[in-house]
């Protein structure tokens, strides 16, 4: 499964910042020399393909360092070279992992997930919305490709909403936004997303993975007669009971069980998925990176499911 990585990007945060920037190097750590990943650099996106859901003024304040005192606290991270790439970065690596989706049934972005990012502006420690920037690309290469019309379906289970990626795609039939996510938790207004499922805080296990249940359905209800060609996953470890800013509480193994349900709805429908791994403020690191660690593993068995019916399909045609 190819994997996508940025972390060699690293922000100077000043010190006590809560953002726990040395995750993404520890995971990519975890994965080296596991058979089935294949770890490559991701490149940065263009800023022809940032605009395609960016404003220009927007995109070149980030490139170009001219983001006001306000704009920088708002995204949460103060202005720097490094801060500009790493964002181009975290998009380009989202759009490499759903172009090898779309060859090889599932791939991974290890960071990811921006999903507070709106058009004009950043938030929430999101620079750039990765997940919509790729979804635009997608269309437009499917449609070069073939003429034709590629449907995506975003999962939001990240424990924030996604009221970016809500924004972004608030009038777009083409793009199916469902946001599973804490209803007193960030961001305080919240956008309207195709479908938004708001749990309590103290929520466990039982419950939330009904509630996914029932998303899940609806999902797939509304598009009964024309589903989507990909799905982007963000797979938050932040519903963990652990978690410093979450207020959910599912176990390890309830995270797990909610990542498998995921990917078995896509495999079953045949619909390549794309992995980011959103966010994650565990109080231990290594804890947190743990659970993000199981989701790939997770994804890797699903992408090797993936390989096997592809070659028994070849197999069949011959």
């Known amino acids: 499964m190819q994997v996508f990585y940025a972390d060699q990007f690293v ?178 207004r919240k956008a309207r997303s195709d479908l938004d499922v708001e749990l309590p805080d103290g929520c466990d296990d039982a419950r939330y993975l009904s509630a996914l249940d029932d998303a899940l359905q609806r999902l797939w209800h509304h598009h009964a007669d024309r589903p989507p060609g990909l799905v982007f996953f963000l797979a938050g470890a932040d519903p963990h009971e652990d978690d410093r800013l979450g207020r959910l509480k599912l176990t390890a193994d309830g995270l797990a069980e909610r990542d498998r349900r995921v990917f078995e709805a896509c495999e079953r429908r045949g619909i390549p998925l794309v992995i980011t791994m959103a966010g994650g403020y565990g109080r231990d690191l290594e804890a947190m990176v743990a659970l993000q660690h199981r989701t790939l593993l997770q994804g890797l068995a699903s992408w090797r499911r993936w390989r096997e019916r592809g070659l028994n399909a070849a197999q069949n045609r011959n």
């Open 11 to 188: 922000l100077p945060l000043p010190e006590g910042h809560r953002f726990p920037m040395p995750k993404y190097a520890l995971l990519r750590a975890r994965l080296q020399g596991e058979p089935g990943f294949r770890l490559r650099e991701a490149l940065p996106a263009s800023e022809g393909e940032l605009a395609l859901v960016h404003t220009p003024h927007y995109v070149t304040s980030v490139l170009e360092g001219r983001l006001s005192a306000v704009e920088q606290r708002e995204i949460g991270f103060p202005w720097s070279p490094a801060m500009a790439e790493r964002a181009r970065r975290s998009v380009g690596a989202t759009v490499s992992a759903a172009r090898a989706a779309r060859d090889e049934g599932v791939a991974a972005n290890l960071a990811g997930g921006t999903h507070h990012a709106k058009a004009g502006a950043g938030s929430g420690y999101c620079v750039f919305n990765d997940v919509a920037v790729a979804a635009r690309l997608m269309q437009a290469e499917s449609h070069r490709a073939r003429r034709g019309l590629l449907r995506v379906a975003v999962i939001d289970l990240d424990v924030h909403q996604g009221n970016g990626t809500a924004e972004i795609f608030g009038d777009d039939p083409t793009v199916f936004t469902l946001s599973l996510h804490g209803e007193r938790n960030f961001p305080f």
